[in-house]
């Protein structure tokens, strides 16, 4: 939840200035290189190719979840894109309930009513921009791609290669992100350029893949319903970085929006 929390920050400090997808590329492939190091140092196994196909598919999503974000979070305040994007839990529980068959409660159901309801005034904003709202639904698909990408992680770290099952998935996640940038080149408003800007591009990519891993063995040991509410509690810490350094401020019926999102989530936490 922390890494996230300051990665989530970070990327919107530098999306200001840069190419989201190429941002996603250095820091995701600088971060994955120690995590592809383990793997290959400490599971020296071959897993079964349905373990490969599981891991590449879902690899190719988390791509396709990271760049979505990340271009939300270049359209938007992440004051605003976070709390959108960490409903993610919602669609997560929902699936575990349908596909891993874990249970819900009533106390369950209404923290997710209230996530949904934070959802739906966060995004009432009838003199927002074209690129504010785009921001929204692009968060939105994010979400729903990483909710159900979950579910895939869950089977992948309860394998016995959990360590390579994660390496090819970064693998996979690169190559996603190669395409677009190989399709739409040159979308910056200025190059990554001196060695500030390639330190923070790194220090993005350890934290933000450190924080991937962590969820990932979270997900090994516990239920998808419990672990991912807590770990999407991190717009909590982005938006108070968000006000504080980045001096984004929203309207009163979105800060009411962003608290019922992270209390939801809380909640949900909390009672699971």
């Not at 993005?204 to 969820?215: K, M, P, T, Y």
């Not at 419990?226 to 800060?255: D, N």
């Amino acid at each position: 939840m922390l890494g996230f929390g300051v990665s989530d920050f970070m990327a919107k400090t530098m999306l200001t200035k840069a190419n989201a997808v190429r941002t996603a590329l250095i820091s995701q492939g600088v971060g994955s290189l120690l995590y592809l190091g383990a793997g290959l140092g400490f599971d020296r196994g071959l897993p079964n190719l349905s373990l490969v196909g599981l891991a590449l598919f879902s690899g190719a999503l988390s791509g396709a979840t990271i760049s979505a974000y990340y271009v939300a979070l270049s359209l938007g305040k992440a004051s605003l894109v976070a709390p959108i994007f960490s409903c993610l839990t919602v669609v997560a529980v929902m699936l575990s309930v349908l596909i891993l068959g874990e249970k819900l409660t009533i106390p369950q159901l209404s923290a997710i009513a209230l996530v949904f309801l934070g959802i739906i005034l966060v995004a009432f904003e009838n003199r927002s921009g074209g690129a504010r709202k785009l921001s929204m639904i692009v968060a939105l698909a994010a979400a729903v791609m990483a909710g159900a990408n979950l579910i895939l992680q869950k089977w992948i770290a309860e394998s016995g290669h959990y360590l390579v099952g994660f390496s090819l998935t970064r693998i996979s996640m690169m190559a996603v992100l190669i395409i677009p940038l190989a399709l739409i080149p040159g979308q910056e408003t200025r190059p990554v350029g001196g060695s500030w800007s390639w330190l923070k591009l790194c220090l993005l990519g350890v934290i933000d893949v450190s924080a991937f891993f962590a969820w990932y063995l979270g997900l090994r040991v516990g239920l998808v319903s419990i672990v991912t509410p807590i770990v999407t509690s991190s717009p909590a810490i982005t938006v108070v970085l968000a006000y504080i350094f980045l001096k984004e401020r929203v309207r009163p019926h979105q800060r009411i929006g962003i608290l019922a999102i992270i209390s939801g989530i809380v909640f949900l936490s909390a009672i699971t």
